[in-house]
């Protein structure tokens, strides 16, 4: 019985595509992060749905940006030039580097509208169960970028997990011989957050980095 209900599931699942075209469209929309097999139907049938310009126009603008992005070669964010915005930008401190692991990270602290320096993306995080090691990543380009620029301040800004700590301490062994003062992103209790509900070590560095009362009104 239940060889035959998986006969029968594989049967309907094959019937479930009236067209090798929508199975295909499906199958390369379900490799996105977060979306499923139903959510990636849906997708392609709405494109299907969609007047016939639009759905090229959409096609043409993922493989333009595919075949078009280029990345900086001084911060290493994305960029349709070969100097980012950001690093074109004679009003940002140039003296100020802030280390992120991935680009969305450059994005989300430029949402925040607080900060005015320059980026250096890694491209990752040292992680030895995954294969990555120091030299997978941009670390010696940053190096090398404080030695040669008038870099005054390295921001570090990786995840507060086990990988981005490590990625920290050995970023700062690195130019620790380098005449650049290297700091650390503060890390705390998320606004809206229960002090009861918060692990001990977010909480053990809140009491550590506390600030005065008169500077928490500023923001």
Known sequence: MGFLTLRLGEYY??????????????????????????SALR???????RPEGDTHAFAHALVEMRDGIIYCRQCHNISDTELCSICANPSRDASTVCVVQHVGDVLAIENTGQYRGLYHVLGG?????????????????????????????????????????????????RLQSLDVKVSVIARGIAIGD??????????????????????????
């Open 125 to 173: 995080v040292i992680s030895p169960i995954d294969g990555i090691g120091p030299e997978e990543l941009l670390i010696d380009e940053l190096v090398e970028r404080v030695h040669s620029d008038a870099v005054k301040e390295v921001i570090l800004a990786l995840g507060t997990t086990m990988e981005g700590d490590t990625t920290n301490f050995f970023i700062y062994r």
């Open 13 to 38: 699942e094959m019937l479930s595509y009236p067209s090798k075209l929508v199975e295909r469209a499906v199958e390369q929309l379900a490799t996105l992060p977060g979306i499923g097999r139903k």
């Open 194 to 219: 229960e002090i009861e509900y918060t692990d001990e070590v977010t909480l053990g560095r809140s009491i550590l980095t506390r600030t005065d009362f008169d500077q928490s009104l500023r923001f």
């Open 43 to 49: 997708l392609a049938l709405h494109l299907l749905s």
